[in-house]
C-alpha cells in the first residue's frame, strides 16, 4: 500500500555551472533554495527530477517514502510535507517506516571557495542502515479495490467493510467520501466529512441490533416468544410505530427478524429486561474500543447505562436500536461475524504485524484470542433465520446472483434534518456469504441521508457478487466440477 519511490539528489557545487544546470530540474521551492543559497562557500544537496550525472552535475540515488496510487486512504491515513505519517496507520507505524532505509550522507573534499578539490569525487556512505522493516496488513487488495469501486458507483456517503469470517481479518475497509492524501488541504477546506473514517466511527445502529435482541431471547429461554402487531405498540404513555405504520399481526421470532417489526422487540425487550440485553451487547464487542493498530482505536460507541434502561421508555428505544446507542460499522461486522461463525467472537484484526527484510512476521499485533460467546446452536438458528430475512423477508434487494446470503437491514434514525426538516437516516445491511458456509461477513452502511439510489442490502449483493467471481477466478474449474454445477 504505502511504497518508497526512487528520489534523486543533486550536488550544487559554488562557483560552477551547476545553478544555471539544475534550475530547470528542481520544483519552484528548490528554485528558491537555489537562488538563495547562491553565494555560498560550500556545496549543498537539491532535490532534482532526475539523474543529471551526464549533465556533469554529481547526482545521488535515494529512495522516500510515499503513498503510491490511493487504496484504502482512510485506513493508512496521510504523511505531512516531511514524509512522517500524521494519521491512520502512517502515523501508528510512522516510527517502524520512518527508520526502514538507510541514512546515508556525501562527503566530498573542498578548496577554501568550496570546489571540489582537484581529483577527488563526491562519496556516498551509509550513516545508519535502515531496517528494512514493514507492516503486513490483512487487507486482500483485489477485494479492497472491489468494494472501492462498487461505493464509488452506489453511494455517496458510507463505508463498506469485509471481514474473514473464519479469522476475523478485515480484508477491506472503505469509506465514502474519499479525499486525495496527496492534497489532504483540499478535503480540509471542503469540509464533506471525507476525513472520517466511517469504519472506526459511530453512528445510530436501527434495526441491525436486532439481532441482538434475538441471540438474547435464545440465550435466555425467550425465543418461544409471540406478539400481535397492530402496526403500533404503547409503552408508558409513548406510541411506538413499525415502518409507515405496517401491522404485522402474529409474528414469532424468526417472522419480526424478517420483517424488522419495531413492535415485537419493543415488547421482547420488556419481557427480556435490559440487563440480560447488555449483558449481551457487551459480548459482542459493543461498548468497546478495537485496537486497530499501536495508538490507533476504534470509537467506543455508547450502550446506554443499566440505570437509564431502568426507564420503559428508554428501554423501548434501545430494544430496535434506537435511543443513546451508537455503533460502528467495525462492531457491527463483528456481531454479524460471530452469528456466521458459529458463536465464536473474533476481535477484528487489521494488521498482523511488523516484518523484516524478508517480509517475515518479527513482531505480531496482539489481539484476545477468539472466545466462544454464542452457544453454536442458537448461532445456527440465527444464521437460518437471517437468510430467512434475504429469502422471505424485506432484505430481499441482499440476495446475490449465485448462492444463498443472510443478513439484517436497520433504518436508525439520526436526528439530524435538511432545511426542509426532512430527517436523513442511517441505512444499514449486515451479513454473511454464502449462506451456508460462510466465507465473509459485508457491512454497508450510508449514513446522514435522506434516501439512498441504492438500497444498502443491494450494495451488499453487488458486493458478494463481485467476491463470487473473485472466488471461481481462485479455483478453475475441473470438468467433475463443472458437471456438478451444470
Same mark, same amino acid.
Given at each position: 500500500?504505502?511504497?518508497?519511490?526512487?528520489?534523486?539528489?543533486?550536488?550544487?557545487?559554488?562557483?560552477?555551472?551547476?545553478?544555471?544546470?539544475?534550475?530547470?530540474?528542481?520544483?519552484?521551492?528548490?528554485?528558491?533554495? !537555489?537562488?538563495?543559497?547562491?553565494?555560498?562557500?560550500?556545496?549543498?544537496?537539491?532535490?532534482?527530477?532526475?539523474?543529471?550525472?551526464?549533465?556533469?552535475?554529481?547526482?545521488?540515488?535515494?529512495?522516500?517514502?510515499?503513498?503510491?496510487?490511493?487504496?484504502?486512504?482512510?485506513?493508512?491515513?496521510?504523511?505531512?510535507?516531511?514524509?512522517?505519517?500524521?494519521?491512520?496507520?502512517?502515523?501508528?507505524?510512522?516510527?517502524?517506516?520512518?527508520?526502514?532505509?538507510?541514512?546515508?550522507?556525501?562527503?566530498?573534499?573542498?578548496?577554501?571557495?568550496?570546489?571540489?578539490?582537484?581529483?577527488?569525487?563526491?562519496?556516498?556512505?551509509?550513516?545508519?542502515?535502515?531496517?528494512?522493516?514493514?507492516?503486513? !496488513?490483512?487487507?486482500?487488495?483485489?477485494?479492497?479495490? !472491489?468494494?472501492?469501486?462498487?461505493?464509488?458507483?452506489?453511494?455517496?456517503?458510507?463505508?463498506?467493510?469485509?471481514?474473514?469470517?473464519?479469522?476475523?481479518?478485515?480484508?477491506?475497509?472503505?469509506?465514502?467520501?474519499?479525499?486525495?492524501?496527496?492534497?489532504?488541504?483540499?478535503?480540509?477546506?471542503?469540509?464533506?466529512?471525507?476525513?472520517?473514517?466511517?469504519?472506526?466511527?459511530?453512528?445510530?445502529?436501527?434495526?441491525?441490533?436486532?439481532?441482538?435482541?434475538?441471540?438474547?431471547?435464545?440465550?435466555?429461554?425467550?425465543?418461544?416468544?409471540?406478539?400481535?402487531?397492530?402496526?403500533?405498540?404503547?409503552?408508558?404513555?409513548?406510541?411506538?410505530?413499525?415502518?409507515?405504520?405496517?401491522?404485522?399481526?402474529?409474528?414469532?421470532?424468526?417472522?419480526?427478524?424478517?420483517?424488522?417489526?419495531?413492535?415485537?422487540?419493543?415488547?421482547?425487550?420488556?419481557?427480556?429486561?435490559?440487563?440480560?440485553?447488555?449483558?449481551?451487547?457487551?459480548?459482542?464487542?459493543?461498548?468497546?474500543?478495537?485496537?486497530?493498530?499501536?495508538?490507533?482505536?476504534?470509537?467506543?460507541?455508547?450502550?446506554?447505562?443499566?440505570?437509564?434502561?431502568?426507564?420503559?421508555?428508554?428501554?423501548?428505544?434501545?430494544?430496535?436500536?434506537?435511543?443513546?446507542?451508537?455503533?460502528?460499522?467495525?462492531?457491527?461486522?463483528?456481531?454479524?461475524?460471530?452469528?456466521?461463525?458459529?458463536?465464536?467472537?473474533?476481535?477484528?484484526?487489521?494488521?498482523?504485524?511488523?516484518?523484516?527484510?524478508?517480509?517475515?512476521?518479527?513482531?505480531?499485533?496482539?489481539?484476545?484470542?477468539?472466545?466462544?460467546?454464542?452457544?453454536?446452536?442458537?448461532?445456527?438458528?440465527?444464521?437460518?433465520?437471517?437468510?430467512?430475512?434475504?429469502?422471505?423477508?424485506?432484505?430481499?434487494?441482499?440476495?446475490?446472483?449465485?448462492?444463498?446470503?443472510?443478513?439484517?437491514?436497520?433504518?436508525?434514525?439520526?436526528?439530524?434534518?435538511?432545511?426542509?426538516?426532512?430527517?436523513?437516516?442511517?441505512?444499514?445491511?449486515?451479513?454473511?456469504?454464502?449462506?451456508?458456509?460462510?466465507?465473509?461477513?459485508?457491512?454497508?452502511?450510508?449514513?446522514?441521508?435522506?434516501?439512498?439510489?441504492?438500497?444498502?442490502?443491494?450494495?451488499?449483493?453487488?458486493?458478494?457478487?463481485?467476491?463470487?467471481?473473485?472466488?471461481?477466478?481462485?479455483?478453475?474449474?475441473?470438468?467433475?466440477?463443472?458437471?456438478?454445477?451444470?
Amino acid at each position: 500500500m504505502t511504497g518508497y519511490t526512487e528520489e534523486w539528489y543533486a550536488l550544487c557545487i559554488p562557483g560552477d555551472v551547476s545553478y544555471a544546470t539544475l534550475f530547470p530540474y528542481v520544483s519552484y521551492s528548490e528554485q528558491v533554495e !537555489l537562488y538563495e543559497k547562491r553565494n555560498v562557500t560550500k556545496p549543498f544537496l537539491v532535490r532534482v527530477d532526475r539523474d543529471l550525472t551526464v549533465e556533469g552535475v554529481p547526482t545521488f540515488e535515494t529512495f522516500e517514502r510515499y503513498l503510491p496510487v490511493p487504496i484504502a486512504v482512510h485506513l493508512l491515513g496521510y504523511l505531512d510535507g516531511e514524509g512522517n505519517g500524521v494519521s491512520g496507520l502512517e502515523y501508528a507505524y510512522d516510527d517502524v517506516l520512518a527508520q526502514a532505509g538507510d541514512e546515508a550522507v556525501v562527503s566530498c573534499v573542498t578548496t577554501a571557495q568550496g570546489r571540489l578539490l582537484s581529483g577527488s569525487k563526491p562519496d556516498v556512505q551509509i550513516e545508519t542502515p535502515g531496517t528494512q522493516q514493514g507492516v503486513q !496488513l490483512t487487507l486482500d487488495a483485489d477485494i479492497q479495490r !472491489l468494494c472501492e469501486g462498487v461505493a464509488a458507483l452506489t453511494m455517496e456517503r458510507g463505508c463498506i467493510v469485509v471481514m474473514d469470517t473464519q479469522t476475523g481479518e478485515i480484508l477491506a475497509s472503505v469509506s465514502v467520501p474519499e479525499y486525495d492524501p496527496r492534497n489532504v488541504a483540499r478535503s480540509i477546506q471542503a469540509d464533506d466529512t471525507s476525513l472520517i473514517n466511517r469504519t472506526l466511527s459511530p453512528f445510530s445502529a436501527g434495526s441491525v441490533f436486532k439481532v441482538v435482541l434475538a441471540a438474547t431471547a435464545y440465550e435466555n429461554g425467550l425465543d418461544w416468544f409471540t406478539h400481535t402487531c397492530t402496526g403500533s405498540v404503547e409503552v408508558a404513555g409513548q406510541t411506538y410505530r413499525c415502518a409507515q405504520g405496517r401491522a404485522h399481526g402474529t409474528v414469532n421470532l424468526r417472522e419480526a427478524l424478517e420483517q424488522s417489526c419495531n413492535c415485537y422487540f419493543v415488547e421482547l425487550g420488556q419481557v427480556l429486561g435490559g440487563s440480560r440485553i447488555l449483558q449481551e451487547a457487551e459480548k459482542f464487542g459493543f461498548g468497546q474500543a478495537c485496537a486497530v493498530a499501536p495508538g490507533l482505536k476504534s470509537n467506543a460507541g455508547v450502550l446506554p447505562a443499566a440505570e437509564s434502561l431502568e426507564n420503559v421508555g428508554q428501554l423501548a428505544l434501545f430494544s430496535f436500536g434506537q435511543g443513546g446507542l451508537t455503533v460502528t460499522p467495525l462492531q457491527i461486522t463483528a456481531m454479524m461475524n460471530t452469528v456466521a461463525d458459529g458463536g465464536t467472537y473474533y476481535t477484528p484484526r487489521f494488521v498482523r504485524g511488523v516484518t523484516d527484510d524478508t517480509r517475515q512476521i518479527v513482531t505480531p499485533l496482539q489481539i484476545p484470542e477468539p472466545e466462544s460467546v454464542l452457544d453454536a446452536d442458537t448461532a445456527r438458528i440465527l444464521r437460518s433465520m437471517l437468510q430467512s430475512v434475504v429469502e422471505d423477508g424485506i432484505g430481499g434487494d441482499a440476495a446475490p446472483q449465485e448462492q444463498a446470503a443472510g443478513g439484517k437491514t436497520g433504518t436508525a434514525q439520526t436526528g439530524q434534518y435538511t432545511e426542509r426538516r426532512e430527517e436523513l437516516l442511517n441505512y444499514w445491511f449486515s451479513g454473511f456469504y454464502p449462506a451456508d458456509t460462510p466465507r465473509y461477513t459485508i457491512t454497508v452502511l450510508q449514513d446522514g441521508v435522506l434516501e439512498p439510489e441504492y438500497s444498502s442490502a443491494a450494495i451488499f449483493a453487488r458486493v458478494a457478487n463481485g467476491l463470487h467471481v473473485m472466488d471461481r477466478a481462485e479455483s478453475p474449474q475441473t470438468p467433475e466440477s463443472a458437471a456438478k454445477t451444470s
